[in-house]
């Protein structure tokens, strides 16, 4: 099992940039492929991001290519999502999560979540 405490959610204005955090506990973080999600009000949870178990391969939705990293650090099992470019659409919870599956971009496929964190880009 591995716990999950995201962190560095805000308030920016459109254009503007963020880093979120997500800090890992419990079970051998670097063995898990993690991913990112967000949800705004009203709307269903959505994929943003994915990582696997090495930091090798990534993946992302497409609004967000180009302007979000997704990166790692094993050796601090922390999880991170760079974010330029802001936009008031990218506002919602942002949520990460980890999975044994190769890559996924559902959030049943995935098994732990943290408590998320939220970010508002104001326009």
């Known amino acids: 099992q591995v716990q999950l405490v995201e962190s560095g959610g805000g308030l920016r204005q459109a254009g503007g940039s963020l880093r979120l955090s997500c800090a890992a506990s419990?079970?051998?973080?670097?063995?898990?492929?993690m991913g990112w999600f967000r949800q705004a009000p009203g709307k269903e949870r959505e994929f943003v991001a994915t990582?696997?178990?090495?930091?090798?391969?990534?993946y992302y939705r497409d609004s967000v290519k180009g302007r979000f990293t997704i990166s790692r650090d094993n050796a601090e099992n922390t999880l991170y999502l760079q974010m330029y470019s802001l936009k008031p659409e990218d506002t919602a919870v942002y949520y990460c999560?980890?999975?044994?599956?190769?890559?996924?971009?559902?959030?049943?496929?995935?098994?732990?979540w943290g408590q998320g964190t939220q970010v508002t880009v104001s326009s």
């Open positions: 999560a980890a999975t044994s599956r190769n890559l996924p971009t559902t959030t049943k496929d995935y098994t732990y």
């Open positions: 419990g079970r051998a973080f670097s063995t898990y492929n």
């Open positions: 990582i696997s178990s090495s930091g090798v391969y990534t």
